[in-house]
């Protein structure tokens, strides 16, 4: 059955041979197993990643080629073997929802969506079927579709993404989060919008967004570039875009500018799934500024912060907590 596997991802199985396929994997828990973890090497074809250590990127892609090149060889067992290994080495993971019909997205009628899924501490770069192009934050979700309805273009994000649209008066583009919807037709904007969090933001950087609940567009709010609109509950509040060095999160780079303790907690939180807890409430109070690589964790960041301000870090790993102190 793996050369099976091996032989779909390699694209020599008829339409005949992946549908009796697909069955097979949606009845048989462990050979779904060895799909997805297959998939999830193989869907790195899709993606660029955004790294400001060019060794870094190249390693992804070195591993990624490597499972190419084994994949063509047909060598079955070393290929299963070392899935692991190269996806351990690839800079983002990609998740699956697991409606396994959507491969079969040759066939026009085919409206499934895709899933990409990017892990704590991790980013990456999408290029959409349109020529759009997306930047997922750490922990977010995109779900897209393999091929966008020739007049209508619509995504799904959790968490959050930088958006560049492709230009198309006759396909505008929806971003949809939450009980909130985005109407665009070529522009640039940053959307964050984690389940955590009780509010959506989102950033116009270039061109023309309109921000509306659900059903209810007529009552959104179109904005301008450098304008910044928060959704929380029924409330929409307009304001102006405060520091636009945040949104260098895309090359890596997470810059607060004069941001209370407890702000960047949460940011931190959500970006490196940990939860945080401050045992000395005057610790929240300080307003700190400065750029940290995302690719130095949460354990170096912190250590950074608490030069500023002196606290102890205690951390449980297996609990994932970190405790800060006074």
Same mark, same amino acid.
């Given at each position: 059955?793996?050369?099976?596997?091996?032989?779909?991802?390699?694209?020599?199985?008829?339409?005949?041979?992946?549908?009796?396929?697909?069955?097979?994997?949606?009845?048989?828990?462990?050979?779904?197993?060895?799909?997805?973890?297959?998939?999830?090497?193989?869907?790195?074809? *899709?993606?660029?990643?955004?790294?400001?250590?060019?060794?870094?990127?190249?390693?992804?892609?070195?591993?990624?080629?490597?499972?190419?090149?084994?994949?063509?060889?047909?060598?079955?067992?070393?290929?299963?073997?070392?899935?692991?290994?190269?996806?351990?080495?690839?800079?983002?993971?990609?998740?699956?929802?697991?409606? !396994?019909?959507?491969?079969?997205?040759?066939?026009? *009628?085919?409206?499934?969506?895709?899933?990409?899924?990017?892990?704590?501490?991790?980013?990456?770069?999408?290029?959409?079927?349109?020529?759009?192009?997306?930047?997922?934050?750490? =922990?977010?979700?995109?779900?897209?579709?393999?091929? #966008?309805?020739?007049?209508?273009?619509?995504?799904? !994000?959790?968490?959050?993404?930088? #958006?560049?649209?492709?230009?198309?008066?006759?396909?505008?583009?929806?971003?949809?989060?939450?009980?909130?919807?985005? &109407?665009?037709?070529?522009?640039?904007? =940053?959307?964050?919008?984690?389940?955590?969090?009780?509010?959506?933001?989102?950033?116009?950087?270039?061109?023309?967004?309109?921000?509306?609940?659900?059903?209810?567009?007529?009552?959104?709010?179109? $904005?301008?570039?450098?304008?910044?609109?928060?959704?929380?509950?029924?409330?929409?509040? $307009?304001?102006?875009?405060? =520091?636009?060095?945040?949104?260098?999160?895309?090359?890596?780079?997470?810059?607060?500018? =004069?941001?209370?303790?407890?702000?960047?907690?949460?940011?931190?939180?959500?970006?490196?799934?940990?939860?945080?807890?401050?045992?000395?409430?005057?610790?929240?109070?300080?307003?700190?500024?400065?750029?940290?690589?995302?690719?130095?964790?949460?354990?170096?960041?912190?250590?950074?912060?608490?030069?500023?301000?002196?606290?102890?870090?205690?951390?449980?790993?297996?609990?994932?907590?970190?405790? $800060?102190? &006074?």
């Amino acid at each position: 059955m793996h050369e099976k596997l091996l032989k779909y991802f390699s694209g020599e199985l008829s339409k005949s041979e992946i549908s009796s396929l697909l069955k097979e994997i949606q009845t048989d828990d462990n050979l779904k197993k060895e799909f997805v973890r297959m998939q999830n090497i193989h869907a790195l074809s *899709q993606v660029t990643t955004m790294s400001i250590d060019e060794e870094e990127e190249e390693e992804g892609r070195s591993g990624y080629h490597a499972f190419k090149e084994r994949l063509s060889k047909k060598k079955q067992r070393y290929v299963i073997r070392t899935l692991a290994q190269y996806a351990a080495v690839a800079i983002v993971f990609i998740t699956s929802t697991f409606l !396994i019909t959507q491969y079969l997205h040759n066939a026009p *009628q085919s409206e499934e969506l895709n899933s990409l899924y990017v892990p704590a501490g991790q980013r990456a770069k999408l290029t959409l079927e349109d020529g759009s192009t997306v930047w997922l934050n750490a =922990n977010s979700t995109l779900k897209y579709p393999s091929h #966008f309805a020739k007049k209508r273009r619509h995504v799904e !994000i959790e968490g959050e993404a930088f #958006f560049d649209i492709a230009q198309n008066k006759k396909a505008p583009f929806t971003v949809a989060t939450k009980d909130i919807e985005m &109407k665009v037709l070529g522009t640039q904007f =940053n959307v964050h919008s984690y389940p955590e969090t009780d509010f959506v933001k989102t950033d116009l950087i270039e061109g023309s967004v309109k921000v509306y609940k659900k059903s209810f567009e007529n009552q959104g709010l179109t $904005l301008k570039p450098n304008e910044q609109v928060t959704v929380s509950g029924n409330k929409m509040t $307009l304001s102006k875009t405060a =520091n636009s060095d945040y949104f260098l999160w895309t090359d890596g780079i997470y810059t607060f500018e =004069n941001e209370r303790l407890l702000d960047i907690i949460n940011k931190l939180q959500l970006y490196y799934d940990v939860k945080i807890i401050v045992e000395d409430p005057e610790i929240f109070d300080v307003k700190y500024t400065g750029k940290f690589r995302q690719r130095d964790g949460i354990d170096e960041i912190l250590r950074i912060i608490q030069k500023i301000r002196k606290f102890e870090i205690k951390k449980d790993t297996d609990k994932n907590i970190i405790t $800060l102190t &006074k």
